[in-house]
């Protein structure tokens, strides 16, 4: 049975890998598995995997990016090195917005907004928005280099970025729409979100960790500590292959698919809710 549950870990992990960085909501589609194919785990555990597995995603864009994120790369000249530092300083500003609203919310997110009604209504809502931002996208954007960010645009895109602790709504695609709104180009938008989401997931792992060990004083068994490994591993391997497939395919298309993939699996879900309710209870 715990072959069972292995497999499991690993289609979530997959899962994970996909859709982190797809504007399509990893913590959607994460709940909604689990609400189709329940891992045999308690409550209090799934809180932490759901999570912590995000950090396999984390490294993927560290890997990938290491050398445009580290300044203190000898391969840099001192510009370099400034414009590195000036780029993490925007990116920080940019995660002031969701990380003082998660510190508020992060229970009624948990409880309230992770029902499968929530989830169906914020893939269709922002499925929308992505339709209707490409089909007014100015063709000339005012940024197309990370560097001409403005610590004003950046706070902003951040602020776009609280949108995505409502389950269904994708944290890369509420800050790539944002983003793009507010005037930058696709792969700009793209790889900002990419930079975003490492303060943003360690944050957020930080704080289920410390919640659940030291505040309510869960633990771990083994085997749940192979099931959050397998995962998590499988997360990072996945996040490689998509951040690669997204930053070729944006350079050709625009996020329109995307936007009716959301539509499409709303209303999926709704139907699901109204005919086989407790296949999602």
Known sequence: MFLIEILKAIVQGIVQGITEWLPVSSTGHILLLDAVWKM?????????????????????????????LNPFSPKKSREEKKDTWIL???????????????????????????????????????????IWMESRKNKREQVSDLKDISYKR????GA????????????????????????????????????????VMLGASALKVVKFFLIDEYSFTTEEWILLAVATVVSFLVSVLVIRFLMAFIKKHDFKPFGWYRIALGIVVLLVLWLAPQVLS
Do not use: C
Request: hydrophobic share 60%; net charge neutral.
């Open 40 to 68: 045999n785990a308690s409550e209090a555990f799934f809180d932490v995997f759901k999570v912590i597995i995000q950090l396999g995603s984390i490294m993927a864009v560290v890997v990938l990016y290491f050398h445009k």
């Open 160 to 199: 776009f970025q609280m949108l995505a602790l409502i389950p269904g709504t994708s944290r890369s695609g509420s800050t790539i729409l944002g983003a793009s709104l507010l005037g930058t180009s696709r792969a700009v938008a793209a790889e900002f979100s990419f930079f975003m989401a490492i303060p």
């Open 88 to 130: 993490w300083s925007k990116v920080l500003i940019a995660s002031i917005p969701a990380a003082i609203a998660g510190l508020a919310l992060d229970d009624l997110i948990d409880g309230v907004l992770s029902a499968p009604i929530i989830i169906a209504a914020a893939l269709i809502l922002y499925g929308i928005a992505f």
């Open 154 to 157: 950046a706070f902003g895109i």
